[in-house]
């Protein structure tokens, strides 16, 4: 069975820095690319970044762009979002998801094409 973990999530201040990791089992990363989505209370579902599955293309949402950094090791079959300079609105639970493309860019807009999906990690930006 396709299987998502996310962790990394926590508590931390305005400015600080949390590093989120996304760990695949039953399935390799090196044909699926991979989102990152959150969700914050009462809004929907949204894309904040995504990485093909050659490791190129990585995208950005423009709320995050600068500022979060997406990652693969293929070796330890896991995705890593860096998120530094975090803000009060960054809060919300994140979402790690694979959708199998071997080739070409990601889209992380297009949160219909993922179909496999982590259980959510919260991140809370607060004083």
């Known amino acids: 069975q396709l299987q998502i973990v996310e962790s990394g999530g926590g508590l931390v201040q305005p400015g600080g820095s949390l590093r989120l990791s996304c760990a695949a089992s039953?399935?390799?990363?090196?044909?699926?690319?991979i989102g990152w989505f959150r969700q914050a209370p009462g809004k929907d579902r949204e894309g904040v970044s995504c990485?093909?599955?050659?490791?190129?293309?990585?995208k950005y949402a423009d709320s995050v762009k600068g500022r979060f950094t997406i990652s693969k090791d293929n070796a330890k079959n896991t995705v890593y979002l860096q998120m530094d300079r975090l803000k009060p609105e960054d809060t919300a639970v994140y979402y790690c998801?694979?959708?199998?493309?071997?080739?070409?860019?990601?889209?992380?807009?297009?949160?219909?094409?993922?179909?496999?999906w982590g259980q959510g990690t919260q991140v809370t930006v607060s004083s």
């Open positions: 039953a399935f390799t990363l090196d044909t699926y690319a």
């Open positions: 990485i093909s599955s050659r490791s190129a293309w990585p």
């Open positions: 998801a694979a959708e199998r493309r071997p080739s070409g860019p990601c889209y992380y807009h297009a949160l219909d094409e993922y179909d496999v």
